[in-house]
């Protein structure tokens, strides 16, 4: 279980990470809405993630989506793949099709009055597979969590709340064991912010985390690991500031990230900084005048690792995208075209020596959503991807 949340919270740090630092994919983007949405990355979110993300649009009862492959120019008559979703009666069902025809994977989602899940269901060739409950409490935030994998319990957790909002300590547990195998507990300042977080694993004391500004690089003495954790943000005269956020563990040593933002909330730069004092990474944002970012550079010690630069229509849409090397050479280049209502109906990408590599083309309905999709390999048709939708 600490394993799949080491990777669980690797995952959602690699992600967050690339959201600041670079243009995100479609999923990238999906990631982080239900991320956010539910404040975790469990198999039911992740699927959303992945299936799941047109439900954003509320206005879309169901999506049938149909994939066909391309042998020398010419369409396969047998679709490769085919997916149906339906949304009806706070139940969301999704199907996966082989080639074949067979239902390959199905899920199911019940939700609440206010629009979250309360049981997902995940099936294989038929068979149940996995399987997550749900409890929330009257502010949406999760009471009580189950996980089956193959009919047998894997792991839950039970929350618990003051007023509502801020979690106040959690048990998780393996399987079908009634003692907690880890459990976290918070404690907060007058003011809301949180004051410390202890984790115990079996019962015991592990670690404590202090959240607190006071002395920098101090030794923190405790019968067990404690760092001190400390948030700031300081503005300059002009409305511009800085946030930084200061970890220093049990032996004095200080780890800190800084954030530089305008006075307008847009990240201008962030750096990384080990206990030595070094820098590790860094990068720097610049702005066009209507605030779309134009250039993205990124350091690893001091030394320039890579630069992308952007370009924009008149309506601030992205046209294009190039992304150099350390030693200033191109690396990678995507041009998008764009239609009157500022959609993408052709997306080409270009490698380090500026040849084409793929190239996709979009067409849409007249409320805007994707209802083809064809990508090339170079100047050779590959995939097409059709979706029909029924609207309520």
């Excluded at 479609?26 to 979110?45: E, K």
């Excluded at 969590?145 to 300590?169: Q, T």
């Excluded at 041009?335 to 067409?363: F, G, P």
Aim: proline share 1%; net charge positive.
């Amino acid at each position: 279980m600490k394993k799949l949340l080491l990777i669980i919270y690797a995952v959602s740090l690699y992600f967050t990470v690339s959201a600041q630092t670079s243009s995100t994919s479609d999923y990238q983007d999906r990631w982080q809405y239900y991320f956010n949405l539910y404040n975790s990355y469990t198999p039911g979110v992740a699927n959303l993630s992945m299936n799941g993300y047109w439900r954003k649009n509320k206005n879309i009862k169901s999506l049938k989506q149909t994939i066909y492959k391309y042998k020398k120019g010419k369409r396969e008559e047998i679709p490769y793949s085919s997916t149906e979703s339906n949304f009806d009666n706070d139940h969301l069902l999704n199907y996966k099709y082989s080639k074949k025809g067979n239902l390959h994977r199905e899920y199911q989602y019940k939700y609440n009055t206010y629009g979250y899940y309360t049981n997902y269901k995940g099936f294989k060739k038929g068979k149940l597979s996995e399987e997550e409950f749900r409890e929330y409490n009257d502010s949406n935030r999760v009471v009580k969590y189950v996980y089956y994998k193959n009919n047998k319990k894997r792991n839950s957790y039970v929350s618990e709340y003051m007023d509502y909002v801020k979690i106040v300590k959690q048990d998780n547990y393996q399987k079908e064991n009634t003692d907690p195998y880890y459990t976290w507990i918070y404690d907060y300042y007058e003011d809301g912010k949180k004051k410390m977080s202890e984790y115990y694993k079996k019962g015991k004391l592990k670690r404590r985390y202090l959240y607190t500004c006071d002395d920098e690089g101090k030794e923190v003495k405790d019968t067990v690991k404690t760092s001190k954790v400390c948030y700031l943000t300081e503005y300059n005269a002009d409305s511009s500031y800085v946030k930084i956020y200061r970890n220093t563990d049990s032996k004095g040593k200080v780890r800190k990230q800084r954030y530089t933002y305008r006075k307008d909330g847009k990240l201008i730069s962030y750096e990384s900084i080990n206990t030595k004092g070094e820098t590790s990474y860094n990068y720097e944002y610049e702005y066009d005048a209507n605030g779309n970012k134009v250039k993205y550079t990124y350091y690893r010690k001091s030394k320039l690792y890579l630069k992308e630069e952007f370009k924009y229509n008149a309506n601030s849409k992205l046209i294009e995208k190039t992304r150099y090397n350390g030693k200033g050479k191109l690396w990678h280049k995507t041009i998008n075209k764009r239609d009157e209502n500022d959609n993408i109906i052709e997306a080409t990408e270009y490698n380090h020596k500026n040849k084409l590599t793929s190239k996709t083309q979009y067409q849409y309905d007249e409320k805007g959503n994707k209802t083809k999709k064809i990508v090339y390999k170079k100047d050779e048709i590959k995939k097409e991807y059709n979706y029909i939708y029924v609207y309520i």
